[in-house]
T-cell receptor
Framework: RKEVEQDPGPFNVPEGATVAFNCTYS??????FFWYRQDCRKEPKLLMS???SGNEDGRFTAQLNRASQYISLLIRDSKLSDSATYLC?????????????FGSGTKLNVKP | NAGVTQTPKFRVLKTGQSMTLLCAQD?????MYWYRQDPGMGLRLIHY???????AKGEVPDGYNVSRLKKQNFLLGLESAAPSQTSVYFC????????????FGNGTRLTVT
């Protein structure tokens, strides 16, 4: 079983739609969680860290469910510029503080 | 604020040639990493460093060497390039604070023919 699993998509949504991605992780000891966005042929860029209580940044909301071992990303009022691949990244922390586990990414296409 | 800078951005090598990829960060980060990204494989860790003068192997270290002589620089070397090393290489850095995220450079696209 992969450490981090994501639905590869693509998710094709119209502008203005709300879309949600889930990501599951296998190791219950994981401590840090992140969402990155990656545009075609570009580097991953940090979208947001995910905190235990959930957090919001403008149109983006991230949630963490430790009991079920998944994190989610909700994008409201989708824009054309949101089209990208979204990577879920998990860090175990502790002795394994340098091990980051990457999901394979979920591709989002926002259509006019 | 430059962040993490990689050079070169593109390179084409012939099999057997050598080259060095340079990563520089201006955020005073302790930890630095080299990843490669291939279609369908995601990001895989090649080598990493937890401080000046230290290096460690990652998931796919074979065929690569690294050095961290200065805190701000992390070099990735290919001594004898092979077609299997055709990939996009990303350098990343992070602070030693708990839960700190990775900050990526803009990548080096390498083709080995």
């Amino acid at each position: 079983r992969k450490e981090v699993e994501q639905d590869p998509g693509p998710f094709n949504v119209p502008e203005g739609a709300t879309v949600a991605f889930n990501c599951t992780y296998s190791n219950s000891a994981s401590q840090s969680f992140f969402w990155y966005r990656q545009d075609c042929r570009k580097e991953p860029k940090l979208l947001m860290s995910v905190y235990s209580s959930g957090n919001e940044d403008g149109r983006f909301t991230a949630q963490l469910n430790r009991a079920s071992q998944y994190i989610s990303l909700l994008i409201r009022d989708s824009k054309l510029s949101d089209s990208a691949t979204y990577l879920c990244v998990v860090n175990r922390g502790g002795y394994n503080f340098n091990k980051f586990y990457f999901g394979s990414g979920t591709k989002l296409n926002v259509k006019p | 604020n430059a962040g993490v800078t990689q050079t070169p951005k593109f390179r084409v090598l012939k099999t057997g040639q050598s080259m060095t990829l340079l990563c520089a960060q201006d955020m005073n980060h302790e930890y630095m990493y080299w990843y490669r990204q291939d279609p369908g494989m995601g990001l895989r860790l090649i080598h990493y460093s937890v401080g000046e003068g230290t290096t460690a192997k990652g998931e796919v270290p074979d065929g690569y060497n690294v050095s961290r002589l200065k805190k701000q620089n992390f070099l990735l070397g290919l001594e004898s390039a092979a077609p299997s090393q055709t990939s996009v290489y990303f350098c990343a850095s992070r602070s030693d604070s708990r839960n700190s995220p990775l900050h990526f450079g803009n990548g080096t696209r390498l083709t080995v023919t």
